[in-house]
């Protein structure tokens, strides 16, 4: 009798969670990137917005940016089916294909000026993983033919030049007529390794996503290779953390633990081997990435105030909340409840929510917070809109949470329910 309460209350959650994230979608990060964020004079989106709304129309434009827009704004539209998500989808491909795309060597760019003429041409692979996941996210929403044949063209771009048979993995950053540079950094903050956990995990998350639209032997070939690297060398020997760094041996060179991370690759891992459909293989996944969740929740997952906690270096504990760790661990949390039946992942979900509305959500400017402290009572600062500030990780959630929520009560198959292009 008590099982069947709990169950009917936990179904009654997620049906909240399920109306709550909709609206937040709806209602606040969609409206502010078709409306706000929209740079009226040169297309796309304005690279730059402050934390109280202040907009830097001169501002340099991002690849990264302007990807997740193309995503997130196709990904609405083929959820939730609306015209106006449509046009905006178009657009943004219309401007992505036209000024990020090299005309010359191929691959995308990494920053544009705010006219759109290229500013830093250098060809990360982590950015040319974005574009192919946007672009076949727009195929796969539209049906628009040019998308995925300009996501194919990039992905054998990657293919071609970053793809390392000798020691099995992605080179990090290229020149823009593909020579290899000797610094391959994202940011400032990262190592100069030849690899990273990053730049693996999203064409990971790409290739997943353009496998849903294309069969490809080779494409399948090298998204079960990324699969198999994450789970021999990415995640830690102990299983419970994913690592940064590594050189081109995948010699580990970096401690640091990153919770949101680790979390979003425990429900990465799960949609690509899914999508391969190989029973062994996905067995192994899933044991893999309930290892991951567990560690985020007993770890990472601030009990006291909810929320997840942003990163552990060594002995030192960062409790500040970024807004797209939070993101990633309410997906990450639903689809280990999904795989283990276990109550604690739907609370965790729930609480971490909780957190987000109260002390994330932006009332009054739109959009999210990029940072807030341990409780939530102050903010960090950051911009609204930025080369890494975007919507995908808070629409993405608020889709993702919509399809497994429909799935988890049987509404649709668990599979196809998901609104990401690899579920």
């Known amino acids: ?58 501002a ?34 219309l401007h992505f294909v036209a000024n990020f795309v090299d005309p010359t060597f191929g691959g995308v760019f990494w920053m544009l000026d705010a006219r759109g003429r290229p500013m830093d041409e250098r060809k ?16 796969r ?22 793809f390392d048979a000798s020691h099995i993995g992605y080179e990090e950053c290229f020149s823009r007529p593909w020579t ?20 693996h995990l999203h064409l990971l998350e790409a290739y997943t996503t353009l496998h849903e639209v294309w069969a ?16 021999d060398h990415i995640i830690a020997r102990d299983g419970d953390h994913v690592v940064g760094f590594f050189t081109e041996r995948w010699e580990p060179r970096s401690a640091k633990n990153s919770f949101g991370h680790d979390i979003e690759t425990s429900w990465l891992l799960l949609e690509a081997a899914h999508a391969l459909g190989d029973a062994a293989l996905t067995e192994r996944v899933r044991a893999a990435a309930m290892c991951l969740g567990e560690a985020v929740l007993e770890r990472g997952l601030d009990t006291e105030h ?16 970024e807004w797209w760790p939070q993101a990633e661990a309410i997906v990450g ?7 283990s039946s276990d109550e604690r992942y739907v609370d965790a979900a729930l609480s971490t929510w909780r957190f987000v509305e109260r002390h994330i959500v932006d009332r009054r400017n739109g959009e999210w917070l990029r940072r807030v402290s341990r409780s939530g009572d102050r903010t960090r600062g950051g911009e609204k809109i930025g080369p890494w500030k975007c919507p995908y990780h808070d629409g993405r959630a608020c889709l993702e949470v919509m399809g497994r929520v429909d799935a988890l009560l049987g509404r649709a198959p668990s599979r196809a329910a998901a609104t990401s292009s690899h579920t």
């Open 333 to 339: 949390f639903l689809a280990a409840y999904r795989e």
């Open 216 to 231: 490809d032997a080779r494409l399948t070939e090298q998204l079960r290779t990324l699969v198999e690297l994450f789970l």
């Open 141 to 162: 929403a539209t049906g628009n033919p040019h998308s995925l044949d300009a996501a194919i063209a990039l992905f054998r771009l990657v293919e071609s030049h970053a």
């Open 124 to 139: 990360h692979v982590y950015a040319q993983a974005f574009a192919i996941y946007a672009l076949a996210e727009h195929f």
């Open 1 to 58: 009798m008590a099982g069947a309460k709990r169950a009917m209350t936990t179904d009654l959650a997620l049906r909240d969670l399920k109306a709550e994230m909709h609206a937040e979608l709806t209602r606040n990060i969609l409206p502010f990137w078709m409306n706000v964020a929209r740079d009226r004079r040169h297309g796309g989106v304005v690279g730059l917005i402050d934390e109280d709304g202040t907009p830097h129309p001169d």
């Open 180 to 199: 290899l540079l000797d610094d391959v950094r994202l940011s400032e903050r990262d190592l100069n390794e030849r690899r990273s956990m990053n730049t």
């Open 60 to 93: 340099p434009k991002g690849v990264i940016l302007h990807a997740r827009v193309l995503w997130t704004f196709s990904a609405a539209y083929r959820r939730l089916g609306e015209e106006s998500l449509r046009r905006a989808a178009d657009a943004s491909a």
């Open 306 to 321: 909810g929320g997840l906690f942003n990163e552990r270096d060594g002995a030192v504990l960062d409790t500040d909340k």
